[in-house]
């Protein structure tokens, strides 16, 4: 007998923990902004599961590069050389204008390398006495899973229960560079923010927030580390979310869309005096990070970015389905934000709850995911049509 949606639902309930509440759809297939669930049924994916399937699912020339990479060499670790490794990281130093890059696997290591490339920089360049070197961080902030980084959430989901946590870092309100001001002592070696705050629900900060605060972590020999796993790789309309600031943050950290929907795929970027104050060595690693299958996947992912002009894609995109949201005649709406294709729309408290409404749209098909009570997030893949927009809009309409 085949089994159910309910079937598949039932038994990840019994024997997987019960860290997840998610939207009860059961996927089954992916190609370009379209998923079809194990009982045959299509849905709009408004997700892009969190911002990793930016190409598309499936997208053939990824899917192609995998495929080959896959007959010839898959992993080597990092004890010996591999010939994808040095091509993809040429590429990718080169589109992100850095010198270095240094490759891991999920974005939450991207966010643990950037944190020890900034405390081991402040040691031997800043002259930070030892162990005293601080790190200034946002409210709300998402930079991942593990305890180093939950411990300086301010999300009590995150990190309640799960500590104690490492010490060294300092939280100010987001959007507030005159916080950031204040916040720098001596012993600051860096601020790390994203540029709009994805899972804190497309929260975009005051013009020229990123600006003012790199000018002020330069005045203070302070490094700037931009999280843009989420905002990077096209998602807001540009390469990187900074570029609308006109600045090139110290690191840069990315993830999510480098592995081009299929496999993760991390990095820091970074100009040589920090990467070679930082990593010696022996001093850092990963069994899989940079190994040959992952690189030739994130090589293929960028280039389909590149090739596809995938950036102005979301631009043009992101404004026109923003427009059409905006014009929906309800007044359930409090407010429709975000940037590229990165967008949000705001539920007025007496509206009732998002989850209410991403359950809706799922049964009329279209896949979303609410952030928090009154946040509904849509981020599809940058190759989404203005055809599908419609389809989509005329169902978000039809819930609202
Ligand atoms: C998703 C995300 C991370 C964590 O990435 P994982 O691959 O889930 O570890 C970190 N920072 C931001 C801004 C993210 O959106």
């Given at each position: 007998?085949?089994?159910?949606?309910?079937?598949?639902?039932?038994?990840?309930?019994?024997v997987?923990?019960?860290?997840?509440?998610?939207?009860?759809?059961?996927?089954?297939?992916?190609?370009?902004?379209?998923?079809?669930?194990?009982?045959?049924?299509?849905?709009?994916?408004?997700?892009?599961?969190?911002?990793?399937?930016?190409?598309?699912?499936?997208?053939?020339k990824?899917?192609?590069?995998?495929?080959?990479?896959?007959?010839?060499?898959?992993?080597?670790?990092?004890a010996?050389?591999?010939?994808?490794?040095?091509?993809?990281?040429?590429?990718?130093?080169?589109?992100?204008?850095?010198?270095?890059?240094?490759?891991?696997?999920?974005?939450?290591?991207?966010?643990?390398?950037?944190?020890?490339?900034?405390?081991?920089?402040?040691?031997?360049?800043?002259?930070?006495?030892?162990?005293?070197?601080?790190?200034?961080?946002?409210?709300?902030?998402?930079?991942?899973?593990?305890?180093?980084?939950?411990?300086?959430?301010?999300?009590?989901?995150?990190?309640?229960?799960?500590?104690?946590?490492?010490?060294?870092?300092k939280?100010?309100?987001?959007?507030?560079?005159?916080?950031?001001?204040?916040?720098?002592?001596?012993?600051?070696?860096a601020?790390?923010?994203?540029?709009?705050?994805?899972?804190?629900?497309?929260?975009?900060?005051?013009?020229?927030?990123?600006?003012?605060?790199?000018?002020?972590?330069?005045?203070?020999?302070?490094?700037?580390?931009?999280?843009?796993?989420?905002?990077?790789?096209?998602?807001?309309?540009?390469?990187?979310?900074?570029?609308?600031?006109?600045?090139?943050?110290?690191?840069?950290?990315?993830?999510?869309?480098?592995?081009?929907?299929?496999?993760?795929?991390?990095?820091?970027?970074?100009?040589?005096?920090?990467?070679?104050?930082?990593?010696?060595?022996?001093n850092?690693?990963?069994?899989?990070?940079?190994?040959?299958?992952?690189?030739?996947?994130?090589?293929?992912?960028?280039d389909?970015?590149?090739?596809?002009?995938?950036?102005?894609?979301?631009?043009?995109?992101?404004?026109?389905?923003?427009?059409?949201?905006?014009?929906?005649k309800?007044?359930?709406?409090?407010?429709?934000?975000?940037?590229?294709?990165?967008?949000?729309?705001?539920?007025?408290?007496?509206?009732?709850?998002?989850?209410?409404?991403?359950?809706?749209?799922?049964?009329?098909?279209?896949?979303?995911?609410?952030?928090?009570?009154?946040?509904?997030?849509?981020?599809?893949?940058?190759?989404?049509?203005?055809?599908?927009?419609?389809?989509?809009?005329?169902?978000?309409?039809?819930?609202?």
């Open positions: 007998m085949t089994r159910t949606a309910q079937d598949f639902m039932d038994e990840v309930s019994k997987s923990a019960h860290n997840y509440h998610p939207i009860p759809v059961v996927i089954a297939k992916g190609e370009g902004a379209w998923v079809t669930d194990v009982e045959g049924k299509k849905y709009i994916d408004m997700l892009s599961a969190y911002s990793a399937v930016n190409q598309g699912h499936r997208h053939p990824i899917i192609a590069a995998a495929k080959r990479q896959m007959d010839v060499l898959t992993l080597t670790s990092r010996f050389h591999n010939d994808q490794m040095g091509p993809f990281l040429a590429k990718f130093t080169k589109l992100a204008g850095y010198d270095k890059a240094l490759p891991m696997n999920t974005g939450a290591e991207g966010v643990e390398t950037a944190i020890k490339a900034a405390r081991r920089w402040g040691y031997k360049a800043k002259k930070v006495p030892d162990g005293k070197a601080e790190i200034i961080v946002c409210e709300n902030n998402f930079h991942g899973r593990t305890t180093t980084i939950v411990g300086f959430s301010t999300d009590p989901l995150s990190n309640g229960g799960f500590g104690p946590f490492t010490p060294g870092f939280i100010i309100p987001y959007g507030d560079a005159k916080a950031l001001s204040a916040a720098i002592t001596p012993n600051t070696v601020f790390l923010v994203e540029p709009i705050q994805g899972e804190a629900g497309v929260m975009v900060p005051p013009a020229g927030y990123l600006k003012q605060c790199y000018e002020i972590t330069k005045k203070n020999n302070v490094l700037l580390i931009a999280d843009e796993i989420q905002t990077g790789l096209g998602r807001t309309g540009r390469m990187f979310c900074h570029e609308y600031d006109g600045i090139k943050p110290d690191i840069v950290i990315v993830g999510k869309a480098l592995g081009g929907g299929l496999y993760p795929v991390s990095a820091i970027l970074a100009n040589d005096d920090i990467m070679n104050a930082a990593f010696e060595p022996g850092h690693g990963s069994t899989f990070g940079g190994n040959p299958l992952a690189c030739a996947i994130a090589s293929a992912a960028l389909v970015i590149v090739d596809e002009k995938l950036c102005d894609r979301s631009l043009e995109m992101g404004e026109y389905f923003m427009g059409r949201l905006r014009g929906i309800t007044d359930k709406i409090k407010e429709v934000r975000g940037k590229g294709l990165l967008i949000a729309i705001e539920i007025k408290k007496e509206a009732g709850r998002a989850r209410q409404y991403t359950e809706s749209l799922m049964k009329e098909g279209v896949l979303a995911k609410e952030t928090h009570e009154t946040t509904i997030r849509f981020a599809p893949p940058l190759v989404i049509t203005k055809a599908d927009i419609d389809w989509a809009v005329e169902k978000i309409t039809t819930v609202l």
